[in-house]
């Protein structure tokens, strides 16, 4: 049995809406970051990092969103949520590294300012310049999706459940960007996107509002 542990509006909403667009049976674990279940005896048993997502597939375990997100579209090549020609492979990688390694430590900066310095002082400064960068990635992705469509090869996959994340990040009440002026084209994609029965299903589940 696969089982998915996730935090609601979470970076696991990438990994949640593949399974779901993966059409496989699967269970899921909503654990509650403000009240520490990622911190529990019982959550650490399961990832040691104590970070969502966690994916359980039988008698092991697969955690960081890139790696799920390959591993549901691979287990499961009848939903086509992974490009077939090696070109467009290499895209998808480059776009989940792009999204993993800029988009996300950024976003951490302004939400986790304490993981990055023991100065209180030195705290809004930080969330400062992170919402600074964040914008800037924002606009470097926003440029990405100009032609409009899907990510990559204007067929729907994996790349388009873990940019989500990120729309998401960025209308929401930490950064509160006005993505339809700011970023029209990343909006008509989550537009699109919200218009997937998967995606809808999700967003329901975690208790989210879908983009408008």
Known sequence: MTTLYYAPGACSLASHIALEEAGAPYDTVRLDLAAGDQRA???LAINERGRVPALVVGDWVLTENSAILRHVARAHPEARLWPEDLTAQAVADEW???LATNHHPA???IRRAERYSDDEAALPG???KAADTFGDLCTMTEVRLSNGG???EDRYGVVDAYLMVFWVW???PTL???MPARFPAWTAHACAMAERPAVQAVFA????????
Do not use: K, N, Q, S
């Not at 589940?205 to 408008?212: I, K, M, S, V, Y």
């Open 41 to 43: 005896p019982e959550y």
């Open 107 to 109: 976003y951490a900066h």
């Open 150 to 152: 899907w990510a990559v």
């Open 126 to 128: 930080i969330r400062a």
């Open 96 to 98: 989940l590294c792009w």
């Open 170 to 172: 960025a209308r929401g």
């Open 176 to 178: 509160r960007f006005d």
């Open 205 to 212: 589940r975690e208790g989210l509002p879908l983009p408008a």
